[in-house]
C-alpha cells in the first residue's frame, strides 16, 4: 500500500525569475508600479512616457519577472558616447530618479537583471535618489554578489516634516503661528479679493498649467535665474508635468493649492501625494504681496488639508533648509546620484575614477554620515528593504537630463 507523502516532505523549488530586454517602453511597468511601495507608485508608464518627451531619448525597458508576473521594469536610455555603452534611468529629478520594484521582490531579481544588463551595457546610472530607494538598495546588493563596482556621490540632504508626530505632541501648528497667519491674511485682503483652492486629479488641464508658469514668470526664479530650472514654464520643465498629468492615476497623485487674489494666480504649491506621504515639489508667489508671506500662508493651508486628507509626513526635497527647519522639518535621507559599472575592464577603470566621480557632486555634511541603522530609523516611513543581504534638490550636480 502506498503511504501518501506529506507536503512537507516535497522538495521546495525556488521561484522561477526570467529576465528580457525590449525596445520601448513596457507595458510591465504600469503592473510592477501598482505593486511597489505607495511612495514609488508614481513611476509609472506615464511618468518614463513624459520624461522621453520632455528630456528625448529611446527607451529600451528590462524587466523581470517571477513566475510569469513582473516585479522589476527598468527602463533606460542611452548617455554619453554610444561607444561607452552607458545607460540611465530616464524620469524627472523632482521628486527623484528611480524605477518600479515589487515590495516583496528579493535580491534574486537583481541579480538576474544584472547579469541580463552586463550584455547590453557597461554602466547603469540611477539619481539622483534617495538612501534606502527600493530600487537603489536591491543594485546595491546584487552589485555586492556579481562584482559589479558601484560609485555614488552626494547631491543633497532631504528633509521630512513628521506632522503626526508633531501634532501628537501637541507642537504643531502653533497657535502663535495661526496667529500671524490669520494677522497676514488680513493684510493680503488689501490688495484684492483672496481665494484658496486646490487642484488635483481631472482639474489638471492647461489652464491649471498656465496658472502656475504665470506665477514662475513673475517670481524671483525670472528675477534670479536663467529659468531652466522654473516647473511649468515652456523654457523650464512645463512639458514634462504637462505629460505626466495624461496618466490619470499620476494626475490624481498631483496636487496644487493656488492662491489667486481678484482672480489672478499669486502663489502657488506643488505636490506629489503617495499614500501617506507628500512630495513637495515647487512652491512660488508673485513678489508684489511678498510682504505678507503668501508662500508660507498657502503651505501652512495645504498642510493643514493635507492632514485631512491622511497624509502624515511632508518631504521637503533638498534645497534652502531655513523655512523648513522652521517649520519643524528635520534632516531626512541623503539624496545621492549612482553609477553600477559591470565587471571586467569597465569595473577596474571605474575603481581608478572612483575619486572623481564623487569630486563632481557636492560636499557631504557630516549629519549624513550617521550609520545606516540610524538613518533607516530616520526614514522608516519611506521604504523597508527585505531583500538585500547586504548593508549597503534640488540643485543638479552634472545630471544629464
Given at each position: 500500500m502506498t503511504k501518501p507523502m506529506p507536503l512537507a516532505d516535497f522538495t521546495r523549488l525556488p521561484p522561477l525569475l526570467t529576465a528580457s530586454i525590449g525596445d520601448g517602453l513596457a507595458s510591465a511597468i504600469d503592473a510592477v508600479a501598482a505593486s511597489a511601495a505607495p511612495t514609488h507608485r508614481f513611476l509609472r508608464y506615464g511618468w518614463f512616457a513624459a520624461a522621453l518627451h520632455a528630456y528625448g531619448g529611446e527607451a529600451r525597458t528590462l524587466t523581470v519577472a517571477r513566475e510569469g508576473d513582473p516585479v522589476l521594469a527598468l527602463p533606460m536610455v542611452a548617455m554619453g558616447p554610444a561607444p561607452l555603452r552607458l545607460a540611465q534611468v530616464p524620469g524627472c529629478y523632482w521628486p527623484f530618479r528611480s524605477f518600479p520594484v515589487a515590495q516583496d521582490v528579493g535580491t534574486e531579481a537583481f541579480e538576474v537583471a544584472l547579469d541580463l544588463l552586463a550584455r547590453h551595457a557597461n554602466a547603469l546610472r540611477i539619481g539622483p535618489v534617495y538612501d534606502g530607494d527600493p530600487a537603489l538598495?536591491?543594485?546595491?546588493?546584487?552589485?555586492?554578489?556579481?562584482?559589479?563596482?558601484?560609485?555614488?556621490?552626494?547631491?543633497?540632504?532631504?528633509?521630512?516634516?513628521?506632522?503626526?508626530?508633531?501634532?501628537?505632541?501637541?507642537?504643531?501648528?502653533?497657535?502663535?503661528?495661526?496667529?500671524?497667519?490669520?494677522?497676514?491674511?488680513?493684510?493680503?485682503?488689501?490688495?484684492?479679493?483672496?481665494?484658496?483652492s486646490f487642484v488635483s486629479g481631472a482639474d489638471w488641464m492647461s489652464q491649471a498649467f498656465d496658472a502656475l508658469a504665470?506665477?514662475?514668470?513673475?517670481?524671483?526664479?525670472?528675477?534670479?535665474?536663467?529659468?531652466?530650472?522654473?516647473?511649468?514654464?515652456?523654457?523650464?520643465?512645463?512639458?514634462?508635468?504637462?505629460?505626466?498629468?495624461?496618466?490619470?492615476?499620476?494626475?490624481?497623485?498631483?496636487?496644487?493649492?493656488?492662491?489667486?487674489?481678484?482672480?489672478?494666480?499669486?502663489?502657488?504649491?506643488?505636490?506629489?501625494?503617495?499614500?501617506?506621504?507628500?512630495?513637495?515639489?515647487?512652491?512660488?508667489?508673485?513678489?508684489?504681496?511678498?510682504?505678507?508671506?503668501?508662500?508660507?500662508?498657502?503651505?501652512?493651508?495645504?498642510?493643514?488639508?493635507?492632514?485631512?486628507?491622511?497624509?502624515?509626513?511632508?518631504?521637503?526635497?533638498?534645497?534652502?533648509?531655513?523655512?523648513?527647519?522652521?517649520?519643524?522639518?528635520?534632516?531626512?535621507?541623503?539624496?545621492?546620484?549612482?553609477l553600477f559599472v559591470r565587471p571586467g575592464l569597465p569595473g577596474l577603470a571605474a575603481k581608478l575614477l572612483r575619486g572623481r566621480w564623487r569630486a563632481s557632486g557636492n560636499v557631504e555634511p557630516d549629519s549624513t554620515r550617521l550609520p545606516r541603522a540610524c538613518r533607516r530609523a530616520a526614514s522608516h516611513h519611506y521604504w523597508s528593504w527585505e531583500g538585500a543581504s547586504t548593508s549597503s534638490a534640488q540643485t543638479e550636480v552634472g545630471a544629464a537630463r
Open positions: 538598495e536591491g543594485l546595491r546588493a546584487a552589485a555586492a554578489t556579481r562584482g559589479w563596482v558601484a560609485l555614488d556621490r552626494f547631491v543633497a540632504e532631504s528633509f521630512l516634516l513628521d506632522m503626526a508626530a508633531l501634532q501628537a505632541e501637541g507642537t504643531w501648528p502653533r497657535n502663535s503661528t495661526l496667529r500671524k497667519n490669520r494677522f497676514h491674511e488680513k493684510h493680503l485682503a488689501e490688495h484684492g479679493e483672496p481665494d484658496w504665470d506665477i514662475e514668470r513673475r517670481s524671483w526664479i525670472a528675477d534670479r535665474t536663467d529659468g531652466r530650472d522654473a516647473k511649468f514654464t515652456e523654457s523650464g520643465h512645463g512639458a514634462f508635468w504637462r505629460a505626466a498629468a495624461q496618466d490619470p492615476v499620476i494626475a490624481q497623485m498631483l496636487w496644487a493649492a493656488v492662491l489667486r487674489i481678484d482672480g489672478e494666480p499669486t502663489a502657488f504649491s506643488f505636490d506629489l501625494n503617495a499614500g501617506s506621504l507628500k512630495y513637495a515639489i515647487a512652491n512660488s508667489y508673485d513678489p508684489r504681496v511678498a510682504k505678507q508671506s503668501p508662500g508660507k500662508l498657502l503651505y501652512y493651508r495645504n498642510l493643514v488639508r493635507a492632514l485631512e486628507d491622511g497624509i502624515t509626513t511632508v518631504d521637503w526635497g533638498a534645497g534652502d533648509s531655513g523655512y523648513k527647519r522652521v517649520i519643524g522639518a528635520d534632516a531626512g535621507p541623503a539624496i545621492r546620484d549612482w
